[in-house]
Nanobody
Framework: QVQLVESGGGLVQAGDSLRLSCAAS????????VGWFRQAPGKEREFVAAISWSGAGTYHADSVKGRFTISRDNAKNTVYLQMNSLKPEDTAVYYCAAEFGPYGTNYYLHRDDYDYWGQGTQVTVSS
């Protein structure tokens, strides 16, 4: 079992930055690939970014590429999502998810790939 807790959300203005954190406890976190997803009211949960167990492999959705950056610090059992140049359409609840996968640079892009989820943190961007 891996327990995940997101933090760092809040209310900001368009153009501002936020850094989300996903803190893990339980099993060896460095064995897990991690993804960030978001869900806006009335919409499906969508993929944002993913990172491999070592951090060597990363992938960002086109909608956030160049603005958001996923990273991790396995010594701190934490994955981060740095969000710059925020837009109102980035408003959503942001979730981190983990899946066992200490294999090369593997990461996962689909909700169904992940077994462990946090409770989410709200990000609201005003125009």
């Amino acid at each position: 079992q891996v327990q995940l807790v997101e933090s760092g959300g809040g209310l900001v203005q368009a153009g501002d930055s936020l850094r989300l954190s996903c803190a893990a406890s339980g099993r060896t976190f460095s064995d897990y690939a991690v993804g960030w997803f978001r869900q806006a009211p009335g919409k499906e949960r969508e993929f944002v970014a993913a990172i491999s167990w070592s951090g060597a492999g990363t992938y960002h959705a086109d909608s956030v590429k160049g603005r958001f950056t996923i990273s991790r610090d396995n010594a701190k059992n934490t994955v981060y999502l740095q969000m710059n140049s925020l837009k109102p359409e980035d408003t959503a609840v942001y979730y981190c998810a983990a899946e066992f996968g200490p294999y090369g640079t593997n990461y996962y892009l689909h909700r169904d790939d992940y077994d462990y989820w946090g409770q989410g943190t709200q990000v609201t961007v005003s125009s």
